[in-house]
């Protein structure tokens, strides 16, 4: 049996314990109070590392590319996670060519990031097939999530992908719809469509097509090499010609708008650079505003969030650019519903 003695010992020493204790606490306690630490904030005391994979990236002499990134890291900025602080970013450029992307991803998964930021078609694509289990924000303007297998549902994906995704079939009838107020009698368009992508925005023009009254020739361009060959294949007198979205064509935007102009044909696509360049009308996603989403995405991922519990967002601001020196240049009057609309006018 403990003495009286042995008993009022081991009383003060647990005592000192809980003493000892509740002064780490409180010294904890303050440290939170003065330097504002949150349980989020311990989180990101851990350097995270994302990875990238996309077509064009930092480092690009694309003016809009370039902007869309700073949106991206900006928007993780605001939510406390930094490159070179306590975020570190793996770059992956495949440059649009389908096999690289798979490299690309493949080599993402075995660095074991913490999430990858897949922004097209492609590489979102290569990322699903690489992994099943690293978070995964996917930026893409050609499928349809859960037709592709990519998610179960717009409000709960299930899944490791979520992200910013275009509904195709809607799209396409605004770019037809504007065709049609520049051009009064429509009825022949010429459809450039790179498969790699995949075949969304094609089934959505010829989904709409009948209700705008317009037949379709459908030119397959797989590669930059056959984007000049495209155009001598037009069959008849073409009317217009629109540029279906892949990354490939987002690349080459240039050259696709001198050959419409070569060709004395007005021509729309989802790329603002394709305006810029001199192709008459350009409407698509702004892409600052959907990189700020999808960095959002990827700061809440990092937070804590699953991507099996975030819903899949839609692009909410869209760009229409309408060069109008170029549709002076083809003889084109443009209505005040389309000059109105504008976001802006080239000169």
Same mark, same amino acid.
């Given at each position: 049996?403990?003495?009286?003695?042995?008993?009022?010992?081991?009383?003060?020493?647990?005592?000192?314990?809980?003493?000892?204790?509740?002064?780490?606490?409180?010294?904890?306690?303050?440290?939170?109070?003065?330097?504002?630490?949150?349980?989020? +904030?311990?989180?990101?005391?851990?350097? =995270?590392?994302?990875?990238?994979?996309?077509?064009?990236?930092?480092?690009?002499?694309?003016?809009?590319?370039?902007?869309?990134?700073?949106?991206?890291?900006?928007?993780?900025?605001?939510?406390?996670?930094?490159?070179?602080?306590?975020?570190?970013?793996?770059?992956?450029?495949?440059?649009?060519?389908?096999?690289?992307?798979?490299?690309?991803? !493949?080599?993402?998964?075995?660095?074991?990031?913490?999430?990858?930021? !897949?922004?097209?078609?492609?590489?979102?694509?290569?990322?699903?097939?690489?992994?099943?289990?690293?978070?995964?924000?996917?930026?893409?303007?050609?499928?349809?999530?859960? =037709? =592709?297998?990519?998610?179960?549902?717009?409000?709960?994906?299930?899944?490791?992908?979520?992200?910013?995704?275009?509904?195709?079939?809607?799209?396409?009838?605004?770019?037809?719809?504007?065709?049609?107020?520049?051009?009064?009698?429509?009825?022949?368009?010429?459809?450039?469509?790179?498969?790699?992508?995949?075949?969304?925005?094609?089934?959505?023009?010829?989904?709409?097509?009948?209700?705008?009254?317009?037949?379709?020739?459908?030119?397959?361009?797989?590669?930059?090499?056959?984007?000049?060959?495209?155009?001598?294949?037009?069959?008849?007198?073409?009317?217009?010609?629109?540029?279906?979205?892949?990354?490939?064509?987002?690349?080459?935007?240039?050259?696709?708008?001198?050959?419409?102009?070569?060709?004395?044909?007005?021509?729309?696509?989802? !790329?603002?650079?394709?305006?810029?360049?001199?192709?008459?009308?350009?409407?698509?996603?702004?892409?600052? +505003? =959907?990189?700020?989403?999808?960095?959002?995405?990827?700061?809440?991922?990092?937070?804590?969030?699953?991507?099996?519990?975030?819903?899949?967002?839609?692009?909410?601001?869209?760009?229409?650019?309408?060069?109008?020196?170029?549709?002076?240049?083809?003889?084109?009057?443009?209505?005040? +519903?389309?000059?109105?609309?504008?976001?802006?006018?080239?000169?």
């Amino acid at each position: 049996m403990m003495s009286t003695k042995a008993c009022k010992h081991h009383a003060r020493a647990g005592a000192d314990i809980n003493i000892r204790i509740a002064a780490a606490l409180l010294f904890a306690g303050a440290l939170l109070a003065i330097f504002g630490w949150t349980g989020e +904030s311990w989180a990101q005391a851990k350097t =995270a590392r994302i990875g990238i994979l996309a077509s064009q990236l930092t480092g690009t002499t694309d003016d809009a590319t370039r902007q869309a990134y700073e949106s991206f890291r900006r928007t993780l900025a605001e939510y406390g996670w930094v490159e070179g602080k306590n975020l570190s970013i793996e770059y992956r450029r495949p440059r649009g060519d389908p096999p690289q992307f798979a490299e690309g991803a !493949a080599e993402l998964v075995r660095l074991k990031v913490d999430v990858i930021y !897949a922004d097209s078609a492609p590489a979102l694509r290569a990322s699903f097939a690489a992994t099943r289990t690293i978070p995964t924000v996917g930026l893409d303007f050609t499928n349809d999530p859960v =037709a =592709a297998g990519y998610a179960q549902s717009y409000g709960r994906p299930g899944g490791n992908v979520t992200g910013l995704f275009l509904d195709a079939p809607e799209f396409s009838g605004k770019w037809l719809e504007l065709l049609k107020a520049i051009v009064p009698g429509l009825s022949r368009v010429v459809v450039l469509w790179d498969p790699n992508p995949g075949t969304a925005h094609l089934q959505g023009v010829q989904k709409v097509a009948p209700s705008f009254h317009v037949q379709l020739q459908i030119l397959e361009v797989r590669r930059p090499g056959e984007i000049d060959l495209a155009f001598s294949k037009f069959r008849g007198q073409p009317q217009v010609v629109l540029v279906l979205p892949s990354p490939m064509n987002y690349q080459y935007s240039p050259q696709l708008a001198s050959l419409t102009m070569k060709h004395r044909l007005p021509g729309i696509a989802m !790329a603002r650079q394709f305006a810029e360049a001199g192709g008459v009308l350009s409407y698509g996603p702004d892409l600052p +505003s =959907a990189h700020e989403r999808c960095g959002a995405l990827v700061a809440r991922i990092l937070g804590g969030a699953k991507p099996a519990d975030l819903p899949v967002e839609r692009p909410a601001k869209f760009n229409l650019l309408v060069n109008v020196k170029t549709a002076k240049s083809l003889g084109l009057t443009l209505p005040d +519903s389309v000059r109105l609309r504008a976001d802006e006018l080239i000169r």
